[in-house]
């Protein structure tokens, strides 16, 4: 059985991989504006995980 402190761990990797798919792949290079709608779907299933 997990503890609190294992699933807050792993609840941050995944926002952390999440944040790294829209930092690396879906950006168009201006913040906040994204080129790809494909990889923004995969980031939010990806923190929504």
């Not at 926002?15 to 879906?26: F, H, P, S």
Request: aromatic share 12%; hydrophobic share 35%; charged share 25%.
């Amino acid at each position: 059985m997990k503890t609190k402190e294992q699933h807050i761990t792993g609840a941050r990797r995944y926002l952390k991989n999440a944040r790294d798919i829209l930092k690396n792949k879906a950006g168009n290079g201006v913040p906040g504006y994204y080129a790809d709608a494909k990889y923004v779907k995969m980031a939010c299933y990806t923190a929504w995980s």
